[in-house]
């Protein structure tokens, strides 16, 4: 599925660098990995790429439909998850259907207001996929889930987040 890929977030024409190849080819073939690799050299293609993936396998399944997390994004801060929302935003904004949120102690409870900070923020609107706020993402859980450590910890014990994780969403991990 990833020959379908037309995003300029992923151009088709830039070669991989040996180490997001070896990557790659090692989360296709089920293995664990580690990447350790300096800062700017491509780090973050070595999961997106087959979490892109492998949901483009279940937009052909005909289960991407279903919500509920396929991928958990972990950051250390706030600031690192920032950071990496706009390139999720420019890989994910090609395919509406998938849909990813960031989840974190910023993230606004309902839709309103969160739209009026996005707006206010970056000076746009989000694209159809991205999720931004607690609410929607309580109750129809994105693909892909951006948090840092200490939300995590709360996600994991508060009942209202709890179809993150559980229930008929949390069948998808």
Not at 140 to 150: D, E, G, I, K
Request: hydrophobic share 35%.
């Amino acid at each position: 599925d990833m020959a379908n890929v037309q995003s300029a977030a992923l151009p088709l024409d830039r070669p991989l660098h040996l180490h997001q190849e070896n990557a790659i080819r090692k989360v296709d073939n089920g293995d664990n990995l580690v990447v350790a690799t300096g800062t700017g050299s491509g780090k973050t293609e070595c999961y997106l790429i087959p979490i892109l993936n492998h949901l483009l396998e279940e937009r052909s399944a005909g289960t991407l439909t279903q919500p509920g997390v396929r991928a958990l994004l972990l950051y250390p801060m706030n600031a690192l998850a920032n950071d990496q929302m706009k390139r999720i935003r420019d890989l994910f904004e090609p395919y509406p259907e998938i849909t990813f949120g960031r989840y974190t102690g910023e993230t606004a409870n309902d839709s309103t207001k969160a739209l009026a900070l996005y707006r206010q923020q970056l000076r746009r609107d989000p694209p159809t996929g991205e999720m931004i706020d607690r609410a929607t993402m309580q109750s129809r859980p994105p693909h892909v889930l951006l948090t840092n450590f200490a939300m995590l910890e709360y996600l994991l014990l508060r009942p209202q987040d709890s179809s993150l994780f559980d229930g008929a969403t949390g069948k998808h991990w």
